[in-house]
């Protein structure tokens, strides 16, 4: 974890089934999250499936299907950039949503890596690339696996 106040945790996920539900757009950034995601589960001894969806939008109906599906948890994963539209506010607020009702509804954990930045340079900084200070795509699958291991 990082940032002021982040805690260290560390992670279990052997003998978890885990579904990693990435949005599509802004391709650098998420291969980056995607990456992370994959290496911190992989790493945790986690199993791991990967579905991808056109845009952040469509996260929380792919994270309801996983959970239908059987996983012990789910990390999402998007990119939004605040453009000159309202549209950056209606896809995190449906992201941020969603997301959270499934997580509430079901009782499965869902780790949130949505971006939600002003600029594509804030984005690469999080995204877990050769350059970036932080991986919010590990951060989100370490803390999905956590939450398992704490309820
Ligand atoms: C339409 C749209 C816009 C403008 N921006 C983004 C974005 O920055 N990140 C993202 O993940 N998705 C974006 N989308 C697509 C929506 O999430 C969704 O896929 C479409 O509205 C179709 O339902």
Redesign the pocket.
Known sequence: MSGAGAPTITTDGRGLRVTVVA?S??TTVMDGLVAGALRALVEAGATTTLVRV?????LPVAASRAVAAGADAVVAL????R?ETP??DY?CQAATVGLTEVSVRTGVPVGFGVLTTDDEAQALDRAGLPDSREDKGAEAAQAALATVRAC
């Open positions: 949005a757009w802004h056109p845009g952040s939008f469509e998007g990119v939004v950039i453009g549209h950056f896809v």
